[in-house]
């Protein structure tokens, strides 16, 4: 049974960091492009960061610069580091593992993030 399981998420002031984790199993994690989401109340799910498997990396326009994904293929593990958090990073963030061969896209249950004095 395939899981992707996320960390890391709390309560930061703005300006601060943190970084989530994601660590799969039940893959062949290196053969996935893996994504953070978001989706903050009343708003839909939006991509925030992906990886792919050679590393290449894109980014919504919104984290530029403030946001790193990075993997660990050794660790089945994906990362995002935040920093300097807005309270409009509030959100579950989720994330997600799509196969460079078959069509079924894995999530995870997501973890929050608020960003708040």
């Known amino acids: 049974q395939a899981q992707l399981a996320e960390s890391g998420g709390g309560l930061v002031q703005p300006g601060g960091s943190l970084r989530l984790s994601c660590t799969a199993s039940?893959?062949?994690?290196?053969?996935?492009?893996m994504g953070w989401y978001r989706q903050a109340p009343g708003q839909q799910r939006e991509l925030v960061a992906q990886?792919?498997?050679?590393?290449?990396?894109n980014y919504s326009d919104s984290v530029k610069g403030r946001f790193t994904i990075s993997r660990d293929n050794a660790k089945s593990t994906v990362y995002l580091q935040m920093n300097s958090l807005k309270p409009e990073d509030t959100a579950v963030y989720y994330c997600?593992?799509?196969?460079?061969?078959?069509?079924?896209?894995?999530w995870g249950q997501g973890t929050q993030v608020t960003v708040s004095a």
């Open positions: 997600n593992a799509i196969p460079i061969a078959g069509t079924y896209v894995y």
């Open positions: 039940g893959i062949l994690f290196r053969r996935y492009t």
């Open positions: 990886i792919t498997t050679g590393d290449s990396t």
